[in-house]
Antibody, heavy 117, light 107 residues
Framework: QITLKESGPTLVKPRQPLTLTCTFS??????????VGWIRQPPGKALEWLAL???????RYNPSLMSRLTITKDTSKNQVVVTMTNTDPVDTATYFC?????????WGQGTLVTISS | DIQMTQSPSSLSASVGDRVTITCRTS??????LNWYQQKSGKAPQLLIS???ILQSGVPSRFSGSGSGTDFTLTISSLQPEDFATYYC?????????FGQGTRLEIK
């Protein structure tokens, strides 16, 4: 059974970094073809893809956010971490991590992060 | 970036209705198109991958078709639990992009 869960702060001050951790079980990020992605959703708005990390350590980023994002994995801990620098109130959103094989087929429950002073 | 255009953006329908949602992409993506259902306050659920492959556990009243730049999601007979927001997503190339969503409401 594949599960994922996001963790991290619920409130971040503007211009401070945001670090979110995705802890997963039921699969290995060493398996060929598997990746884990981060997707966010501002309140009442559509889904926005942020970043992806593959089994072979390849990483991909949304170009609109690439200068502010870093995604890493720790296969020994079954974790994927995303860090966003220089946050702004417009980054307020629910952040999801998801297992990606043919589509994002398993999702975490999401974590609401508010960027506010 | 590949732009995704979903239509309609909202739709009112009744239980038992047949509903079609369309997704058009700005360039060809072969069949690298996925459909998601999202209920309020929940994570999205993958319904269909690769344009037409129904995910395990998804009712057969859902179907997907299309290739290239034009895709459709069809619900053959709406059930009360189907009222939600639906998103298309292309996985042909990064950046991965989602449609703006179609909100399906009860008439």
């Amino acid at each position: 059974q594949i599960t994922l869960k996001e963790s991290g702060p619920t409130l971040v001050k503007p211009r401070q970094p945001l670090t979110l951790t995705c802890t997963f079980s039921g699969f290995s990020l060493n398996t060929t073809g598997v990746s884990v992605g981060w997707i966010r959703q501002p309140p009442g708005k559509a889904l926005e893809w942020l970043a992806l990390i593959y089994w072979d350590d390849d990483t991909r980023y949304n170009p609109s956010l690439m200068s502010r994002l870093t995604i890493t994995k720790d296969t020994s801990k079954n974790q994927v971490v995303v860090t966003m620098t220089n946050t702004d109130p417009v980054d307020t959103a629910t952040y999801f991590c998801a297992h990606n094989y043919w589509g994002f087929d398993y999702w975490g429950q999401g974590t609401l992060v508010t960027i506010s002073s | 970036d590949i732009q995704m255009t979903q239509s309609p953006s909202s739709l009112s329908a009744s239980v038992g209705d047949r509903v079609t949602i369309t997704c058009r992409t700005s360039q060809t993506i072969r069949n690298y198109l996925n459909w998601y259902q999202q209920k309020s306050g929940k994570a999205p659920q993958l319904l269909i991958s690769a344009g037409y492959i129904l995910q395990s556990g998804v009712p057969s009243r859902f179907s997907g078709s299309g290739s290239g730049t034009d895709f459709t999601l069809t619900i053959s007979s709406l059930q009360p639990e189907d009222f939600a927001t639906y998103y298309c997503q292309q996985s042909f190339s990064t950046p991965i992009t989602f449609g703006q969503g179609t909100r399906l409401e009860i008439k």
